[in-house]
């Protein structure tokens, strides 16, 4: 699988202005994600964000979903790389 990383999309559509989280490879490649949507204002790598995957397991579980869903959505964010423990290797995210 591919290493993901999370990108701050900002947009203007000439009414509102919005800040949208964006997985992706690359800064271009979550500008193709974004386009279409407003002018793109600036897109920013986030350093900090991770998601948990003790804790969404937890919350998945108690929301009624089933072991083998839990799994299969915790082991993909941990193999593109957005889990806490692979960002936190990668110096992306914040130790508690």
């Not at 699988?1 to 999370?6: R, Y």
């Not at 009414?15 to 992706?24: E, G, N, R, S």
């Not at 929301?63 to 692979?86: F, H, N, P």
Request: glycine share 6%; net charge negative; with cysteine.
């Amino acid at each position: 699988m591919k290493h993901l990383n999370i990108y701050f999309a900002y947009l203007d559509d000439h009414k509102d202005t919005y800040k949208i989280v964006v997985p992706a490879e690359s800064k271009k490649d979550a500008e193709k994600y974004v386009a279409g949507n407003g002018d793109i204002i600036a897109i920013k790598e986030d350093t900090e964000y991770s998601i948990h995957t003790d804790r969404l397991s937890e919350d998945l579980q108690r929301c009624g979903w089933g072991r083998t869903e839990i799994d299969i959505i915790c082991r993909a964010l941990e193999k593109v790389g957005l889990d806490y423990q692979s960002r936190l290797a990668a110096g992306k995210a914040w130790k508690i």
